[in-house]
Every structure is written in structure tokens, then in C-alpha cells.
């Protein structure tokens, strides 16, 4: 019965930790936006393709 309790009690504690973990990394990002994002990109000069020139 003990050794059921401490297994359960790990388990517990690494989900908590687990949990905690990814909470702080997405509260304290260094970055204002996500990775992929390319909100910094300008794309003023680009074409979109298939689009007729009047």
C-alpha cells in the first residue's frame, strides 16, 4: 500500500512540475510574439503570385 501511495505521489509531482514548467515558459517568453510568426517581416515590395497587373 506504501509503495502505491509514493508511486502515485511521483507521478503527481512530475505532472505538477510538468505543468509548472510549461506555464513559466509561456508566461516568460523573451520574444513579444511567438517563433513562427514573422511578424517582423515586411512584405511591402512583394507580389502576390497569380495577380494581374493593371
Not at 13 to 40: D, H, M, P, Q, W
Amino acid at each position: 500500500m506504501i509503495f502505491q501511495l509514493i508511486v502515485v505521489a511521483l507521478l503527481f509531482a512530475a505532472a505538477v512540475f510538468y505543468l509548472g514548467r510549461t506555464i513559466y515558459k509561456s508566461v516568460s517568453s523573451k520574444k513579444s510574439c511567438g517563433e513562427n510568426c514573422k511578424c517582423g517581416v515586411d512584405f511591402s515590395n512583394i507580389e502576390p503570385t497569380g495577380a494581374k497587373k493593371q
